[in-house]
């Protein structure tokens, strides 16, 4: 799984559309194995994109949960911790 594509589900306030829409971007740069696309694969990299941040989306919508909400803050929060903890020298 690529790093930088985060959970997006259970948050408070929910995902957005343009975290969904990194999140899909990042999905298809990983399968790819392309952050920029030739020319020729441009309309194909961009379809893909637009699917993946359509079906991403709905699932994000259609899942339940009896979790708490996790706040926004204190996640990212405990990632600069482990961060750094992880990277301290």
Excluded: H
């Amino acid at each position: 799984m690529c790093r930088n594509i985060r959970p997006l589900n259970n948050f408070a306030p929910p995902a957005t559309d343009d975290e969904v829409a990194a999140a899909a971007l990042q999905y298809v740069r990983k399968v790819s194995g392309a952050t920029r696309p030739s020319a020729a694969n441009q309309a194909a990299f961009d379809r893909a994109v637009a699917e993946v941040t359509r079906v991403t989306r709905a699932l994000v919508d259609e899942l339940v949960t009896t979790a708490p909400p996790k706040d926004r803050d204190v996640e990212a929060a405990k990632a600069r911790a482990r961060a750094e903890l992880r990277y301290a020298r």
